[in-house]
């Protein structure tokens, strides 16, 4: 596959996982899946009729059309197929895969893979009141961009309130270190315009608990 950051998602994907991929798009993550024999069972869903009618050419064109059912869906609300264990949802936004993620009740989800673009701080803390705890961070660069891919399931360990805020610290990942930077120079930069005191003083906690890091 062309792109890291879908391979890096794949990689998370282990063979006993029955896969919805939400927001399939072109279905190249689904097609790749089933290709590889990465998983036993992978269904693909997207709310926009023309990302699946490309998804569908792709798997056609692949050969795929009775290994990867596609779904037009908000999220889960027109998956009619339940016997799913493992959630992916990559390249949106924070609200966007909160609002997915509502209607997960009939559903025995034990594991989430979740590429958020943006408001981790928030993603993590909204799972874990659904009971899903991050089990692993994996940092890829592509296209200019930082992509942040989690694990999140319902036996992972609870995490300190820095991780929460930050990630799990990650030594050996180069990246983590860079996309904490990335991370300062934001909140550096939202704190020169900022005029409200309290928000400039919660700005300020996070430079300093950043600082202890970089
Ligand atoms: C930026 S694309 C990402 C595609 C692919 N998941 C990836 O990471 O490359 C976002 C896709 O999510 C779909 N989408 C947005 N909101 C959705 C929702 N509520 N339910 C299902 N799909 C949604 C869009 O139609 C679009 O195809």
Redesign the pocket.
């Known amino acids: 596959m062309k792109?890291l950051?879908?391979e890096t998602?794949a990689s998370f994907v282990e063979p006993e996982d029955k896969v919805i991929?939400?927001?399939?798009?072109?279905a190249?993550?689904p097609i790749f899946l089933i290709q590889k024999k990465i998983c036993q069972k992978v269904i693909a869903?997207?709310?926009?009729e023309e990302?699946l009618k490309i998804a569908r050419k792709n798997i056609e064109k692949n050969h795929l059309m009775e290994e990867i059912p596609l779904y037009l869906?908000?999220?889960l609300k027109n998956v009619p197929d339940k016997d799913i264990n493992t959630i992916?949802?990559?390249?949106?936004g924070t609200n966007?895969i909160l609002?997915?993620l509502s209607s997960l009740d009939p559903f025995s989800i034990d594991k989430l893979i979740i590429?958020a673009?943006n408001d981790l701080p928030l993603l993590r803390k909204e799972l874990r009141k659904k009971k899903f705890f991050l089990q692993k961070e994996k940092i890829v660069y592509e296209k200019n961009h930082y992509y942040i891919i989690g694990i999140y399931s319902k036996n992972a360990r609870r995490l300190t309130s820095k991780e929460k805020y930050f990630g799990p610290y990650d030594a050996s990942n180069h990246g983590y270190y860079i996309s904490l930077y990335n991370h300062f120079q934001t909140i550096n930069h939202k704190l020169s315009w900022k005029k409200n005191t309290k928000e400039k003083f919660f700005l300020f906690l996070k430079i300093q608990l950043l600082k202890k890091y970089l």
């Open positions: 792109s950051r879908l998602i991929d939400i927001g399939c798009d072109h190249y993550l869903s997207d709310i926009h990302a869906s908000d999220g992916i949802i990559a390249g949106m966007t609002h997915i590429q673009n």
